[in-house]
T-cell receptor, first 113, second 114 residues
Framework: DADVTQTPRNRITKTGKRIMLECSQT?????MYWYRQDPGLGLRLIYY???????NKGEISDGYSVSRQAQAKFSLSLESAIPNQTALYFC????????????FGEGSRLTVL | QKEVEQNSGPLSVPEGAIASLNCTYS??????FFWYRQYSGKSPELIMS????GDKEDGRFTAQLNKASQYVSLLIRDSQPSDSATYLC??????????????FGQGTILTVHP
C-alpha cells in the first residue's frame, strides 16, 4: 500500500459543484501539503499544514479550503468548482525540519466542465 | 519576479552528453534546495538535496549551490534515455511567515535522444 494515498484519483465534475479531494498518510509525518500542477507551471502550493491546528496559505489558495482532520488526514475542498481549477492535484508529506524530502501521493486529476 | 525560476526548456541532449539544469531563487534566507524528477504521468521523486555552497555528487548527478548568486544547478553526466523527464527545482523558505514553505520552479523538460 502507498504511504500517501489520494482519493479520488480521477474526477470529472461540473461548474459550481463542491468537490473534496482527500489525502491520508501512514508515514507519521507532521507536515502535509497540497499542490496543483498545470503544464508549464510546475507545482504551485495551495495550502500546507504543520499540525492539526496550524494551517497556512500557499501561493494560490483563493477558491480552495482545507481541513486537517487528524495528523494523518488532510483534505482539499473546492466549494464551487470552476473550469480553470482543472488540474492535477498532489498531496505530499514531510517530516519535521527543513531538510527532509517531500513524499508525494499519486495525484488526483480533476476536470471541471 | 517568481520565487523560483528554472531555465526554459525543453532541453534536448544526445545520449552520453552532460545535461545542465539551472534554477534561481529570490528568497535570500532560503537554506534547503532540492531537485525532483518527474516522469510523465507519475509523481515527483527526490533525486538530490543540497544545503551548503559548493558541489554535491551522487552517482551521475551533481548539484551545485551558490547562495551569493542565489543559484542552484543540476548536472547529469553520461545522460541516458531513461533520464528523459521533467526536472523540478524546489526551495525551502527558512524564515518568518514562510517557514517550512517549499516552493517549486516551473520545471524543465529534458529529452535524451539515442
Amino acid at each position: 500500500d502507498a504511504d500517501v494515498t489520494q482519493t479520488p484519483r480521477n474526477r470529472i465534475t461540473k461548474t459550481g459543484k463542491r468537490i473534496m479531494l482527500e489525502c491520508s498518510q501512514t508515514k507519521g509525518h507532521d507536515r502535509m501539503y497540497w499542490y496543483r500542477q498545470d503544464p508549464g507551471l510546475g507545482l504551485r502550493l495551495i495550502y500546507y499544514s504543520f499540525d492539526v491546528k496550524d494551517i497556512n496559505k500557499g501561493e494560490i489558495s483563493d477558491g480552495y479550503s482545507v481541513s486537517r482532520q487528524a495528523q494523518a488526514k488532510f483534505s482539499l475542498s473546492l466549494e464551487s468548482a470552476i473550469p480553470n481549477q482543472t488540474a492535477l492535484y498532489f498531496c505530499a508529506t514531510r517530516d519535521r525540519g527543513n531538510t527532509g524530502e517531500l513524499f508525494f501521493g499519486e495525484g488526483s486529476r480533476l476536470t471541471v466542465l | 519576479q517568481k520565487e523560483v525560476e528554472q531555465n526554459s526548456g525543453p532541453l534536448s541532449v544526445p545520449e552520453g552528453a552532460i545535461a545542465s539544469l539551472n534554477c534561481t531563487y529570490s528568497d535570500r534566507v532560503s537554506q534547503s534546495f532540492f531537485w525532483y524528477r518527474q516522469y510523465s504521468g507519475k509523481s515527483p521523486e527526490l533525486i538530490m538535496s543540497i544545503y551548503s555552497n559548493g558541489d554535491k555528487e551522487d552517482g551521475r548527478f551533481t548539484a551545485q549551490l551558490n547562495k551569493a548568486s542565489q543559484y542552484v544547478s543540476l548536472l547529469i553526466r553520461d545522460s541516458q534515455p531513461s533520464d528523459s523527464a521533467t526536472y523540478l527545482c524546489a526551495v525551502n523558505s527558512a524564515g518568518g511567515t514562510s517557514y517550512g514553505k517549499l516552493t517549486f520552479g516551473q520545471g524543465t523538460i529534458l529529452t535524451v535522444h539515442p
